[in-house]
C-alpha cells in the first residue's frame, strides 16, 4: 500500500514544483529538469541540498546576482554541480534558502519544518553522502513514508494558500 500511495501522491500538485523555461526554436523546455537527473536521480532532497548551498554562499557574500556568478565561474571549482551553475541566476532570483523554501511551499521537505534555515531532509540516512540507490528495503522504506507525507503536507499548504487567493475554492 506505501508504493501504490506513493504512486499516486507523485500525481498531485505537491510533487510539483514550478522551474524556469527558456524557449528552444518553437518549443519550451526546463534546463534544471532536464540536467539535473545525471546529478540527483531525480531526488529532491539532493536537489535541495545543492540549491540550499549556492544560496546560502550567495547570501553570505553580499554581491549581486551578476557579481556572485562571475566570481564563481572565474573561481573554477567544483563546489556546485554543473546543473546548479546553469539554473544559478534562477535559484538566485529568491535570494535566500529561508525564501526559496517559503515561496515553493517546501517547509515539508526540511529537518524541521518550522525552520526555514532547517536543512534539507535527507530521504534517508546517508543520501547526502554518496548512498543514492533505493535498492535497499531499509531506503525504500525510510524513503517512501517519509516523502508520502511531505507530499500530503505540501500540498496542504498549496491548496491553503490557493484557497486564500482564490476564494471559489
Do not use: C
Amino acid at each position: 500500500p506505501i508504493f501504490k500511495d506513493y504512486a499516486k501522491l507523485t500525481h498531485t500538485v505537491g510533487n510539483f514544483i514550478p522551474v524556469y523555461a527558456i524557449k528552444n526554436n518553437k518549443n519550451w523546455f526546463s534546463p534544471f529538469n532536464s540536467k539535473r537527473y545525471k546529478s540527483t536521480y531525480d531526488y529532491w532532497d539532493l536537489t535541495l541540498n545543492h540549491i540550499k548551498v549556492i544560496l546560502n554562499d550567495f547570501m553570505n557574500s553580499n554581491d549581486s546576482i551578476e557579481i556572485f556568478l562571475e566570481n564563481t565561474m572565474n573561481n573554477n571549482t567544483f563546489k556546485y554541480k554543473k546543473y546548479i551553475i546553469e539554473s544559478a541566476k534562477w535559484i538566485l532570483s529568491f535570494k535566500t534558502w529561508p525564501n526559496f523554501v517559503e515561496k515553493n511551499f517546501l517547509q515539508s521537505f526540511l529537518e524541521n519544518p518550522k525552520d526555514l534555515t532547517s536543512e534539507p531532509k535527507e530521504f534517508w540516512r546517508n543520501h547526502f553522502k554518496g548512498t543514492v540507490s533505493t535498492k535497499d528495503e531499509n531506503n525504500l522504506s525510510e524513503f517512501l513514508t517519509f516523502v508520502n507525507q511531505a507530499i500530503l503536507e505540501r500540498s496542504s499548504l498549496i491548496y491553503k494558500q490557493l484557497k486564500l487567493n482564490y476564494e471559489f475554492l
